[in-house]
């Protein structure tokens, strides 16, 4: 339906009235005539009879969403506007011209629509609607003219953010002409809608639905009815970007601080024509040594901090704090990144991605000394190693050792010797070790303390190190 018009204007230009041969004073002729001052003014409606309605048409097209500011309630867009009329005093015989079927008008030279768009218009807001550096005007045997104008167009829209980042709102355009009342001027559209075959999509929003509506308006102090046309464009958010870079890490952030509660309290832890055009490009590539030295590389130093906070004694006190404290380092320099990065729900930069990994380890680094330090505590109690974590604490001395694993075995004790057998710590301080297969065996929980300690170290740095090796290889790739 947009293009319905486009299609009308071609067949009848090119169908009705077929090209012929014509001579430079074929058209200078007929230039003189219909634009003779006796006989044509810029000032009055086109029409013989004055009391007569003219029907002026509007059709606007968007090219591109250039941005949708939620602060000042202003989408910018990059638009075609045509409109077409009848000119009654424009209208002539092809055969007594050559044959001529379609004359360019400068225009200046006809009079033109005094339309106008109430909420915004032309991008210095002057409420102008046709752009004086591109505003193309044809016109046809029949009186058809029609002008095509372009440029960038600001309207206000409705805001409503109740649902971000889910959230969409409604952009109204609203044409009117202030010189002519409702009996003089009669606003149509063509389509009836917005004509959208040349939208380039945009990144963060996307067109969900467009509304056609024609009325009437009165304005203070003024006697008469105005004719308006409204195009609404409804504009929804392509939302991952936030989701990515905003929610997931808040979300992070929560399930760090549900992981408090298992903190031991004592551990010590707190167009209608066809154009010839000539399309230039030129590829931009960023020079990213400033990006790695100040964002990527204090990132992933901040990371390998983080896999060195397994080194540092559960009962030491200060194991979950340098865990924290690093985490909210991590979390500030990827705030700054943020904000450095396009907004945009397509084409997300792979960084987004990297960032979001390195932080899901990072969070999980802080739980993880959540977990061991919790453990630790168990130590002090009469709670017993379980049989499983006792089997994969021996199977991992067993495979990561030369020497047996450290066991502890058990005495058989009476009341007289209670006094002189030490508890557990003082177990693991006696450093026994059975070179054989003993039968009865006990592991600590500080046994196992060090070897989940080691199996996440080990864990842990070979998925930093496929992040690092990802970035290295997307940095070589995209030279």
Known sequence: MEKCGIILLLMTMSALHPATCY????????????????????????????DKVMEVNITPGIMTIESLDLT??????IMYIQISWIDEFLMWNPFDYGGITKLPVPYEKLWIP?????????????????????????????????????????????????????????????????????????????????????????????????DFKKDTFSAENIAYNIARLQFTITLKRRPIFEIINVFLPILLLTVLNL????VPVNSGENVAYTLGRLQFTITLKRRPIFEIINVFLPILLLTVLNLAANFVPVNSGERLSFSITLYLSFVFITSAMVNEMPHVAKNIAFSSYIMLSLNVL?????????????????????????????KVVKLVHKIGS????????????????????????GLENSDIYDEGIVEKESILWSDAVKVFDKIYFTVTTVLVTCVISVMICLWHLSE
């Open 23 to 50: 001579l430079h004073s074929d058209m200078t002729r007929l230039i003189e005539d219909l634009f003779n001052d006796t006989r044509y003014s810029r000032l009055i409606r086109p029409i013989y009879n004055q």
């Open 72 to 77: 000042t309630s202003e989408l910018l867009t």
């Open 114 to 210: 005094p339309l106008s768009q109430s909420n915004g218009a032309m991008k210095e807001k002057s409420g102008q609607i046709i752009n004086p550096g591109f505003a193309p005007v044809f016109v046809l045997p029949n009186g058809y003219v029609l002008l095509v104008t372009t440029g960038y167009y600001v309207t206000n829209c409705e805001i409503n953010t109740s649902l971000y980042p889910f959230d969409s709102h409604k952009c109204t355009f609203y044409f009117f002409s202030a010189l002519n009342d409702a009996t003089e001027m009669e606003l149509n559209s063509l389509t009836s809608d917005f004509a959208l075959g040349l939208l380039q999509q945009n990144d963060a929003w996307r067109h969900t639905k467009t």
């Open 259 to 262: 992981a408090a509660y298992f």
């Open 362 to 390: 990072n969070t999980a680094s802080v739980l993880w000394s959540v977990f061991m330090v919790r453990m630790a505590t168990w130590a002090n109690q009469t709670t017993p190693v379980p049989i499983s974590l006792q």
């Open 402 to 425: 030369t020497t047996s694993t450290k066991v502890h075995p058990k005495i058989n004790t009476t009341d007289d010797d209670s006094d002189a057998i030490s508890t557990d710590k």
